[in-house]
């Protein structure tokens, strides 16, 4: 079993920056990767950004790219996703998650465990 915390998040205006954090508890070996995830009201989950555990590669859905950045504080086994330059559409509850099969992964239903939430609101 992996928990998941997530903080952060709140209301900004367009063009402002803010920041989630996730850390995982629990069995934190079997971790694979680490991926975020957002859905707006009436959308389907959509991947956001993940980092692979072991060897800290990151990746980037086309829609955040150069505008989001995750990163790993190993001393604290928290990840990060600083967001900058935020946009209306941006708006969502995002979630982390682990998957603790090998590979990575953009399909949600592929991920084990699941933070609650934090909700991102941008005002244009």
């Not at 209301?11 to 859905?39: E, I, K, N, Y």
């Not at 009436?42 to 980037?60: C, D, F, H, N, P």
Request: proline share 4%; charged share 20%; aromatic share 10%.
């Amino acid at each position: 079993q992996v928990q998941l915390v997530e903080s952060g998040g709140g209301t900004v205006q367009a063009g402002d920056s803010l920041s989630l954090s996730c850390g995982p508890s629990g069995r934190t070996d079997s971790v694979w990767t680490l991926g975020w995830f957002r859905q707006a009201p009436g959308k389907e989950r959509e991947y956001v950004s993940a980092i692979k555990w072991k060897s800290g590669t990151t990746l980037y859905a086309d829609s955040v790219e150069g505008r989001f950045t995750i990163s790993r504080d190993n001393g604290e086994n928290t990840v990060h996703l600083q967001m900058a330059s935020l946009k209306p559409e941006d708006t969502a509850v995002y979630y982390c998650a682990v998957r603790t099969s090998p590979g990575t992964s953009v399909y949600p239903g592929l991920y084990d465990y699941w933070g609650q939430g934090a909700q991102v609101t941008v005002l244009s």
